[in-house]
């Protein structure tokens, strides 16, 4: 029987480590409830699960009291960064009201990430915030056949575009998260998109994020994962994305991505996954590239996966796809099984 769970609480309230002006900084990190994603209403994103963590009618009351139960965890850290289930500028999510306490209640810290859709950053509402503000936008994919059938993002990667060069002209940061290997793409296409959306978006960001797909609960994504039909991304494609962008964009590479090492995420062999994580976590706060440089006999069964897709001319799980047993994947005795 699930918990039901209360409209005026935080879904979650963490620390952790992140940047501020190249410098290791403490960050609390707010997850809030509110009544919805306006995008995930109508369909939403194929890869998106953060509608679990909306609840209906919430009130602005109810937002309040969120903070104050933020506030009472917050111990001074000078990045604090505020996760709603959608975008934290929509006004039918975080009224104006709260969005300007929330704001002033952090305006002494050094940094505030939020995040939102392109569609709800106007010249208006950027001269209203702080310019300790940095707006996290989810670009996912600068290929837009790719985010209509992929991902269903609802926007253009024009819009995103517009918005983040808004953004910069308001003397505010930008991060801009992009998806590797949404449905539908092999590895090496996923390399490719996420490589080429990384050089469009280094002209309007400061961070670019990326985000290797996580099979998260209740999505379209979840059914094709269940059905053997995606397979997350090796965490070699994603050790190979940073190192052929590190050095040729500006902005600051970053991943930590969600269910690393699960089956659900990002994932290698099973032997190598931690230390291929550490790697990357290592990377993006250093953004030196020998960092990457680990070692395992399961990158050759990566190459061979992703050859194995371009002759099947298949972008389905080749681990699950055969009998239910490992089809290409590399196995205990580090053997690659056809």
């Known amino acids: 029987m699930k918990t039901k769970r209360s409209p005026s609480q935080l879904e979650a309230c963490w620390k952790e480590k992140d940047l501020i002006a190249g410098a290791v900084s403490d960050a609390m990190v707010i997850i809030m409830r509110t009544n919805g994603c306006r995008w995930a209403k109508t369909g939403g994103c194929s890869m998106c699960g953060y509608r679990q963590a909306s609840i209906q009618n919430v009130t602005e009351d109810d937002l309040n009291r969120q903070v104050d139960e933020a506030l009472s965890k917050y111990s001074g850290e000078p990045f604090v960064k505020i996760y709603t289930s959608g975008s934290f500028l929509d006004e039918g999510e975080i009224p104006h009201a709260t969005r300007e306490r929330i704001l002033g209640e952090f305006l002494d810290c050094g940094r505030i990430l939020f995040e939102s859709r392109p569609e709800f950053v106007t010249s208006g509402i950027l001269s209203e915030l702080p310019k300790n503000v940095t707006i996290a936008l989810g670009l996912e994919s600068s290929d837009p056949d790719v985010l209509r059938v ?37 590895e090496s296409a996923a390399i490719e998109d996420t490589v080429n959306s990384a050089m469009f978006a280094d002209r309007f960001s400061d961070e670019i994020s990326i985000n290797p797909l996580n099979i998260q609960h209740g999505t379209y994504a979840e059914r094709l994962w269940r059905s053997s039909d995606v397979r997350p991304p090796w965490i070699w494609s994603l050790i190979e994305v940073l190192k052929r962008l590190s050095g040729n964009v500006g902005a600051r590479l970053m991943s930590s991505p969600s269910g690393g090492g699960s089956s659900r995420g990002a994932h290698n062999c099973g032997r190598c996954d931690l230390e291929a994580l550490d790697a990357v976590e290592k990377f993006s706060f250093s953004q030196d590239t020998k960092d990457l440089d680990i070692k395992c006999e399961c990158i050759d069964s990566w190459q061979t996966y992703i050859e194995s897709e371009k002759i099947l001319g298949t972008a389905a799980d080749l681990d699950r796809g055969f009998d239910g047993d490992l089809a290409l994947g590399c196995e205990k005795d580090g053997r690659i099984r056809y």
Do not use: H
């Open 150 to 186: 992929s991902i269903n993002k609802g926007f253009s990667p024009e819009d995103s575009k517009r918005a983040g060069m808004l953004i910069k002209e308001a003397n505010l940061g930008v991060r801009t998260y992009l998806l590797l290997k949404p449905p539908f793409l092999t």
